[in-house]
């Protein structure tokens, strides 16, 4: 018989045909096996070796075969059918194969089309009537799950986008500061804040060592901060699989000059907000411009987006080709914001971060962990914040005024009581932190609430809640049900208790 074959294969088939059968016979024994012998009795004899239900798909059909010495023999043909093996037509597949008189391994693949009973075997062709002989030992069917070596990751290089001509001279506008607002689709460890290096006179920036990280698809708003100059901006989306061209320009070209019958430096600003259709947007006052970017969906890992940034004259008559890689603008500065396609899956969603607190009666700084040296130091910027961050609210009390309340979104947040900050964590897209405070009142002017200190001890007969601030707002010490705290542990000085919610400062 045939040596072991895995579960899912199917052998020893009786023959099926007209004058084909497959069988083993005693006399015939080679290396511990019988083989299995095809025996055709004229020109052509057909059998079957494997019968198995198949799912669509690719399959490998492998046997080891050869002929006996001394034995006619012609060649096999390798077929499959579906169905009923008596009545299905038969598909053959590839080439017939002629045998040697050493066994050998013989494959064909083949495509199962849909989910069916598949019946797979040999027609063997005899040149010369009378018998052939076959000798089998194994036969073994498998599913082609050959891994698909994905395509080897091409790194993009900056230098390929080329680059315009800056000038060294004139008084152009230079970029001071960039910043990637509302981001979605950016990685979580992608650079957000960006200062330009440069002058009015030359600048030539990039930030091809520190490039924004981002899946294909990504959004965000980039804001940019100019010097006070002259110069027309136009913006460009470049693309690393493209060659550059006028036809990647994204936004302007907005004039903006500096010269006798302009109002100042305003035109820029003005000429972008007039440009309601674009989605951007400019502020004369604090001198900046915001853009919307979408990052193309169809680019791939490895591949990089730059956006870039031309300042030059085209008034005066001066013109600007309109190329990205010009050669020929007027006195030009460029800045680029290298985007890097990396993998997904590695998004950060963010959140902004609001405080309204009365400037009048105290103040409220949002604070930040650096895991680094594990201290806590005030968030510089509130607009982007990452999911899952965990501030504090350290609220500070202006003379002669208590903290009342804080809230996150309209819900009431607790001091901790280790530090008596307000923490919380950043979960939505906008955090909104509001304070408020009550006014102090000295303890000779509630003597009705029979609150009084003397001796290093608040009296307060009959309190159902006690607490007692600092005067930067902290919680010192906290007591219920009592009719007198003990503040004896106090170091000296000014202290607000909130006395079942009348409000009374004492000096220990």
Not at 288 to 313: A, H, N, Q, Y
Not at 330 to 341: A, H
Not at 440 to 463: H, P, Q
Request: charged share 20%; glycine share 10%; net charge negative.
């Amino acid at each position: 018989m045939l040596s072991s074959l895995p579960e899912n294969y199917y052998a020893n088939i009786p023959g099926s045909g007209s004058y084909g059968e497959l069988k083993y016979t005693t006399n015939c024994y080679e290396n511990g096996v019988y083989p299995l012998y095809l025996i055709s009795n004229g020109s052509r004899g057909d059998f079957f070796c494997i019968k198995s239900t198949l799912e669509p798909g690719e399959y490998r059909f492998t046997f080891r075969a050869k002929y006996p010495s001394s034995k006619n023999v012609g060649n096999l043909g390798f077929f499959y059918s579906k169905g009923d093996p008596a009545s299905a037509e038969k598909v053959f597949v590839g080439e017939n194969v002629e045998l040697t008189n050493s066994y050998a391994d013989y494959t064909y693949v083949f495509t199962a089309d849909e989910s069916a009973n598949y019946n797979m075997g040999f027609a063997a062709n005899v040149p010369v009537s009378g018998w052939g002989n076959y000798a089998f030992t194994s036969f073994k069917l498998e599913k082609n799950n050959a891994v698909v070596e994905p395509e080897p990751v091409v790194e993009a290089s900056y230098d390929d986008f080329g680059k315009p001509t800056a000038g060294t001279t004139g008084n152009k506008r230079a970029q001071t500061k960039g910043e990637v607002l509302n981001g979605v689709g950016l990685l979580a460890e992608s650079p957000l804040t960006f200062t330009p290096t440069g002058t009015n006179a030359n600048q030539a920036w990039d930030n091809s060592d520190n490039p924004i990280l981002a899946n294909p698809g990504a959004t965000f708003d980039l804001k940019v901060t100019y010097s006070d100059a002259w110069g027309s901006l136009t913006v460009f989306l470049l693309r690393s699989d493209v060659t550059p061209s006028v036809s990647d320009k994204i936004f302007g070209t907005y004039e903006g000059s500096w010269y006798g019958g302009v109002p100042g430096t305003g035109e820029l600003y003005t000429n972008i907000n007039n440009d309601t259709q674009s989605g951007a947007t400019a502020s004369v006052s604090d001198k900046t411009m915001t853009f919307p970017i979408t990052i193309p969906s169809d680019l791939s890992v490895g591949e990089m987006v730059v956006i870039r940034f031309i300042i030059c004259k085209t008034t005066e008559g001066k013109t600007f080709d309109g190329d990205p890689c010009t050669t020929s603008a007027y006195e030009l500065n460029y800045c680029d914001y290298v985007v890097k396609i990396a993998e997904e899956g590695a998004a950060t969603q963010y959140g902004a971060v609001t405080v309204d607190v009365p400037a009048d009666k105290g103040s409220v700084e949002i604070q930040a962990l650096n895991e680094a040296d594990n201290t806590w130091s005030e968030v510089a910027d509130l607009t982007q914040v990452a999911y899952g961050t965990q501030l504090r609210a350290v609220v500070t009390a202006a003379e002669g005024y208590a903290v009342s309340t804080v809230t996150k979104n309209g819900e009431a947040l607790t001091a901790n009581e280790d530090d008596s900050y307000y923490y919380f964590t950043v979960e939505e897209e906008s955090v909104a932190i509001a304070v408020t405070f009550q006014v102090v009142s000295g303890i000779d002017e509630v003597e009705a609430t029979a609150v009084y200190y003397a001796a290093g001890v608040l009296y307060a007969e009959g309190a159902h809640s006690v607490k007692v601030y600092d005067l930067s707002g902290r919680v010192v010490m906290s007591a219920a049900d009592v009719d007198a705290v003990s503040v004896s542990s106090l170091a000296g000085g000014v202290y607000i208790a909130v006395v079942d919610g009348k409000v009374v400062k004492f000096v220990k």
